[in-house]
């Protein structure tokens, strides 16, 4: 393993529209990824020895909550508190694993919705990149100019292939004016 940390990067903010109407409603994009450590170490091999361990599930939090900027901080919009949650399992499909002999393979559920990735690689981002859809209307905000910021977190137990992991971080803040 080439890192020992884990940290949540690239967190960014994305608006819809630059000027939107007090009666519109405004959708933000807040992405981020989680890096290091637990990228690195959820391999075939790693999930192999968690299975044969009894480690079959792995469960990650995380939120995001949009806030305007300055002296006196508001929340805006409904804040997004759910998981994703790995299950390990062991299948015959040639097409699953990629080495020979290993027959254990991950399905990734978000929002009770279940996905089984075709690769590795694809595993990775399903599990650990984030781009969530925040949407709010206009009039929480009122007419003029307002910054808008993200907070997210994320967090983890203690599994077989990584440690704990509770960490919280913010985006740059972004500026939208609403018009009449």
């Known amino acids: 393993m080439t890192s020992d940390k884990n940290s949540i990067s690239e967190v960014s903010l994305e608006k819809s529209s630059d000027k939107?109407?007090?009666e519109d409603s405004i959708t933000l994009n807040v992405k981020f990824s989680v890096t290091g450590a637990l990228r690195e170490a959820?391999?075939?091999?790693?999930w192999e020895k968690a299975y044969n361990n009894h480690?079959?599930?792995?469960?990650?939090r995380y939120g995001v909550k949009l806030h305007t900027s300055g002296l006196r901080k508001k929340e805006v919009g409904?804040?997004?508190?759910?998981?994703?949650k790995v299950a390990l399992f062991w299948t015959r499909n040639p097409k699953l694993t990629q080495m020979g002999e290993k027959k254990i393979w991950v399905q990734i559920s978000k929002n009770f919705e279940p996905l089984i990735p075709s690769s590795q690689s694809e595993a990775q981002q399903m599990f650990l990149d984030f781009d969530?859809?925040?949407q709010f209307n206009a009039s929480e905000l009122g007419v003029g100019k307002?910054?808008?910021?993200?907070?997210?977190?994320?967090?983890?137990?203690?599994?077989?292939?990584?440690e704990p992991f509770d960490q919280t971080a913010h985006s740059k803040d972004i500026e939208i004016e609403v018009t009449k």
Do not use: C, Q
Not at 42 to 46: D, I, L, R, V, W
Not at 55 to 60: A, E
Not at 78 to 84: E, I, R
Not at 146 to 162: L, M, N, P, Q, R
């Open 55 to 60: 480690d079959n599930t792995f469960k990650l």
């Open 20 to 22: 939107p109407r007090i």
């Open 42 to 46: 959820f391999t075939e091999k790693n």
């Open 78 to 84: 409904k804040p997004l508190d759910t998981y994703k």
């Open 132 to 134: 969530e859809k925040i």
């Open 146 to 162: 307002h910054k808008i910021g993200a907070e997210v977190y994320v967090s983890w137990f203690k599994h077989d292939y990584a």
